[in-house]
């Protein structure tokens, strides 16, 4: 199928009005031959088809028709010059084209054909298969928007190839058809004519998708469907309109050249990238009207400042009347109007100023805290911004603080107070210097306004007043020295008379003394002392005394004197220590250490020194300095353990001085603390109690000794046991403090026990057993009676049966005295000499001798057969024997 037809209203956009050209030629024929169906009668001014002259020849500049009844434009489109007929089948002319530079020239060949009718008889089967084309393509095809008709308004002719053959009905659907807007378009059925029923609005329907199918009688279909876009072309029927109907804008006035403002934005309804949406903005109109402040970008709407007069102390606020035009601005094209409202924001470029360069006010002097000046500014900034509320500053003139200024927050005044008293007899006329700024910086970008800081003088004059005394300075200092005489005389407290400045015709009294040192005088102000003053007794040291100065007419002032007593070489340093302990040779000095309570200047540094000593002393110690307030006494190492009295003489760097003896130890300790008891006993204290015990307890030792000796040679001449009566008078040690169950005193005294031993030797009343690993056991028996059970050595064992009847058994294994004898006698000698010195051999606190128990097997023996408890028990209580002592003092000397 091939279609041709007229195309209605291509005025408006002929490069749009576009047909499908069935070009039968390759890129090498393209310039000589080109065919176009078209139907038999085609009106003027109506679109054949086009050329693509660019394969032919792309540098023609200049293209001819051989036909006068066709033009040829620039993009090949070749258009109807007048009503054409064709009343034959085929028709043809030539376009040629030129390059005038290149002298080159070619044409092409346009041949027009008219279809012949179709047959009305359909041909057979065969006859179709042996056709060789079949032509049915989209047929583009456009319409004016808004059209003035006449309606039904002709579009465009489709027909089928295969109406040659056979009788073809057309028909067409999709929107504008059967869809909305319905009956919009329809088509001939026997001749393929496109018709349009109405205008059509462009904005609504841009384009319709329309398809048509040829079919036969008998519902034959003669091709496929054929796709026919029918496209809306725009028309400039819609103005610009603004995106608002005002604007509200705001810009600093110390804005400079070019500072944007704000943007205007139109929209236009017609076709985009086109003439009818090209958009150009303007300025109709500006209130004020003068001077022109603004301007509008014509393509981007963007509004700018473009002078220098923008002050909104002239003009706060500007209405702009903003117009948008389309076809790029053209007289003809279509506009719209918005307004735009400018308010123009405050900046400080107004500096305060004064009304007047000068101003003068008076005060009375001694007021304080009062208002004497308000002092009124001009400022053309917005009011109550701060580029409009003022800052005042006291330039010169107020170096001693009299003065204040501050900023009344409604009226914006100065407001110039007295805050400190002012003196007429000092100053009779202050001067002072007043600036004032604002709140807010400056604005730096206003070109051509002056930004120093405005000033004015103020001239305070002061009144003079009859004022009372003047107590200046209000604390007065009065030095006087100690130990003075009661009623020494001293200058006192002084106050005056302002006017005058003399201190005649005041009268003084002492309002607070708490400590009572001084009295003053009514008319002097002279002072006195009450009492002598100890700088080193008094607390404290100086003295805050008030005192009242009154005229003749009852005024007062009050005022402070400070007494502070003044020190004198009075006291001597003194030595801190009055006994020392050297323990030698572990401590080879000691320090001395002195104090003074004078003063400072009266006092270290310190100068000790050995005055009239003896030579031995001399010989043995030396002093050397440690540092102002300490020396070093050193002994020689030939010096002997004792205590010695060495005199040290301390002297003040003002020659006070004091000699004091002092008492040194040299101890032969590890520890100082070890020398306590020994000095007390060398400085001839008297014996104490324990002391008295501990030499009863060596007698009861000596006596044990005898009795024991006494007890080995009755034994050994007779070989008999002890006799009962001398068995009770054996010591018994006790491990309690006063008799109890576990002792037995016989009539003389003495208590009776039962001892087991080993056989390494006999256990007396007090002796020392060698336990070589057999056992002890001392058992106490009631009655007076004792029994030796079984004492077990290396080899053999003794037996020591039961002394009934006032004798004690014993076998033949037993040893005798002398044996005895001569192994106890050095070792109670031993203990005798340790008796007074503890096992650091140190001197025991009131000679209390302490045995260690020295374990099972021990060489040297124990006395642990003097103890009435098992092995097993412990021996712990012989490391402390004074109470066990001390109940065996009394028990033994009581009976």
């Known amino acids: 199928?091939?279609?041709?037809?007229?195309?209605?209203?291509?005025?408006?956009?002929?490069?749009?009005?576009?047909?499908?050209?069935?070009?039968?030629?390759?890129?090498?024929?393209?310039?000589?031959?080109?065919?176009?169906?078209?139907?038999?009668?085609?009106?003027?001014?109506?679109?054949?088809?086009?050329?693509?002259?660019?394969?032919?020849?792309?540098?023609?500049?200049?293209?001819?028709?051989?036909?006068?009844?066709?033009?040829?434009?620039?993009?090949?489109?070749?258009?109807?010059?007048?009503?054409?007929?064709?009343?034959?089948?085929?028709?043809?002319?030539?376009?040629?084209?030129?390059?005038?530079?290149?002298?080159?020239?070619?044409?092409?060949?346009?041949?027009?054909?008219?279809?012949?009718?179709?047959?009305?008889?359909?041909?057979?089967?065969?006859?179709?298969?042996?056709?060789?084309?079949?032509?049915?393509?989209?047929?583009?095809?456009?319409?004016?928007?808004?059209?003035?008709?006449?309606?039904?308004?002709?579009?465009?002719?489709?027909?089928?190839?295969?109406?040659?053959?056979?009788?073809?009905?057309?028909?067409?659907?999709?929107?504008?058809?059967?869809?909305?807007?319905?009956?919009?378009?329809?088509?001939?059925?026997?001749?393929?004519?496109?018709?349009?029923?109405?205008?059509?609005?462009?904005?609504?329907?841009?384009?319709?998708?329309?398809?048509?199918?040829?079919?036969?009688?008998?519902?034959?279909?003669?091709?496929?469907?054929?796709?026919?876009?029918?496209?809306?072309?725009?028309?400039?029927?819609?103005?610009?309109?603004?995106?608002?109907?005002?604007?509200?804008?705001?810009?600093?006035?110390?804005?400079?050249?070019?500072?944007?403002?704000?943007?205007?934005?139109?929209?236009?309804?017609?076709?985009?990238?086109?003439?009818?949406?090209?958009?150009?903005?303007?300025?109709?109109?500006?209130?004020?009207?003068?001077?022109g402040l603004f301007s509008v970008h014509p393509s981007t709407g963007v509004i700018t400042i473009v002078s220098h007069y923008l002050d909104r102390e002239v003009v706060d606020k500007y209405k702009l009347i903003m117009k948008v035009q389309d076809m790029d601005g053209q007289f003809f094209g279509l506009t719209g109007t918005s307004t735009c409202f400018i308010t123009v924001q405050d900046s400080n470029d107004h500096a305060p100023s004064f009304r007047k360069n000068a101003y003068e006010v008076s005060v009375e002097e001694n007021a304080f805290n009062v208002e004497i000046l308000r002092i009124p500014i001009e400022d053309k900034d917005l009011i109550n911004t701060a580029n409009w509320r003022a800052n005042f500053t006291i330039l010169k003139g107020n170096e001693n603080g009299h003065f204040k200024i501050s900023t009344d927050k409604k009226t914006n005044e100065g407001i110039l107070c007295v805050v400190k008293p002012l003196n007429y007899e000092e100053n009779r006329q202050v001067v002072l210097e007043i600036g004032v700024s604002n709140e807010a910086p400056f604005s730096t970008d206003v070109p051509f306004r002056v930004t120093s800081m405005n000033s004015a003088l103020v001239t305070v004059l002061v009144k003079d007043q009859d004022e009372g005394p003047e107590c200046n300075p209000t604390a007065q200092y009065v030095w006087i020295k100690e130990n003075s005489a009661v009623g020494s005389k001293i200058n006192g407290y002084k106050a005056y008379d302002p006017e005058t400045k003399s201190s005649k015709g005041l009268r003084y009294k002492k309002l607070y003394d708490p400590e009572g040192w001084i009295t003053i005088d009514e008319n002097s102000g002279s002072i006195k002392t009450s009492k002598i003053l100890d700088r080193e007794a008094a607390t404290p040291r100086n003295n805050n005394i008030t005192v009242l100065a009154m005229d003749q007419d009852g005024r007062s002032c009050t005022g402070t004197l400070v007494i502070n007593i003044e020190d004198v070489n009075d006291n001597a340093p003194e030595i801190l220590q009055d006994y020392l302990v050297i323990c030698k040779p572990k401590m080879e000095y000691t320090d001395i250490s002195a104090v003074d309570h004078d003063d400072l200047i009266h006092g270290a540094p310190f100068y000790f020194s050995m005055p009239n000593t003896s030579p031995e002393i001399n010989r043995i110690w030396t002093l050397s300095k440690v540092n102002d307030t300490a020396a070093r006494l050193s002994y020689r190492k030939n010096a002997q353990f004792q205590e010695y009295k060495i005199p040290i003489t301390v002297k003040d760097r003002e020659g006070q001085s004091v000699t004091k003896a002092l008492r040194v130890n040299l101890c032969d300790c590890t520890h100082p603390s070890q020398c306590v008891a020994t000095s007390r006993s060398a400085g001839g204290i008297s014996l104490g109690k324990w002391a008295i015990l501990a030499i009863l307890l060596g007698v009861a030792l000596l006596s044990s000794v005898l009795l024991t000796l006494v007890c080995g040679v009755v034994g050994a001449r007779k070989k008999k046991g002890v006799p009962e009566d001398l068995a009770q008078q054996n010591l018994i040690i006790s491990n309690t403090e006063a008799p109890g169950d576990d002792k037995v005193c016989s009539a003389n005294g003495f208590m009776t026990q039962t001892i087991n031993h080993s056989g390494q030797g006999i256990c007396g009343t007090m002796g020392s057993g060698i336990k070589n690993g057999g056992q002890e056991t001392i058992e106490m028996m009631k009655g007076g009676h004792q029994t030796l059970e079984s004492c077990r050595g290396h080899h053999h064992t003794h037996t020591l049966d039961s002394c009934r009847g006032g004798h004690m058994e014993m076998d033949n294994s037993r040893y005798n005295c002398s044996d005895w004898h001569s192994f106890t006698q050095p070792r109670l000698h031993e203990k005798l000499d340790l008796c007074n010195q503890n096992e650091d051999h140190v001197p025991s606190q009131d000679y209390v001798l302490t045995y260690n128990y020295e374990g099972r097997g021990s060489p040297v023996g124990s006395v642990g057969c003097c103890s009435e408890k098992q092995e097993e028990d412990g021996l712990d209580f012989l490391n402390n024997l004074e109470a066990k002592f001390t109940a065996l003092a009394k028990t033994c000397t009581k009976r």
Request: charged share 25%; glycine share 4%; net charge negative.
């Open 1 to 291: 199928m091939a279609a041709a037809g007229p195309l209605s209203s291509l005025r408006g956009a002929p490069c749009r009005l576009l047909l499908t050209l069935l070009v039968f030629s390759f890129a090498c024929e393209a310039c000589k031959k080109v065919v176009f169906n078209m139907p038999s009668k085609l009106e003027a001014d109506k679109m054949v088809g086009r050329v693509n002259l660019k394969e032919c020849l792309r540098s023609a500049d200049l293209i001819q028709s051989s036909d006068p009844d066709f033009r040829v434009l620039d993009d090949g489109s070749v258009y109807t010059a007048s009503t054409i007929v064709l009343s034959d089948e085929k028709r043809s002319f030539t376009i040629w084209l030129s390059d005038m530079k290149k002298q080159i020239q070619k044409e092409i060949t346009v041949l027009l054909e008219h279809p012949t009718k179709v047959l009305s008889k359909r041909h057979t089967k065969e006859t179709v298969l042996r056709r060789s084309k079949r032509r049915w393509a989209p047929i583009p095809c456009s319409m004016q928007e808004n059209s003035l008709g006449p309606f039904p308004l002709f579009l465009q002719q489709v027909q089928s190839d295969a109406a040659q053959n056979y009788t073809v009905f057309y028909s067409i659907s999709g929107r504008g058809v059967d869809q909305e807007p319905l009956n919009l378009f329809f088509i001939e059925k026997n001749t393929g004519n496109l018709y349009c029923t109405r205008p059509v609005d462009r904005e609504e329907y841009d384009i319709f998708d329309l398809i048509a199918y040829a079919s036969t009688a008998d519902g034959y279909s003669a091709d496929l469907p054929l796709p026919l876009p029918i496209r809306v072309e725009d028309e400039n029927d819609n103005p610009p309109i603004f995106t608002e109907q005002s604007y509200n804008f705001e810009v600093s006035e110390s804005s400079r050249l070019g500072v944007p403002v704000g943007v205007v934005c139109a929209t236009d309804r017609d076709e985009p990238d086109t003439m009818h949406t090209r958009l150009k903005y303007s300025i109709l109109e500006q209130t004020p009207r003068s001077p």
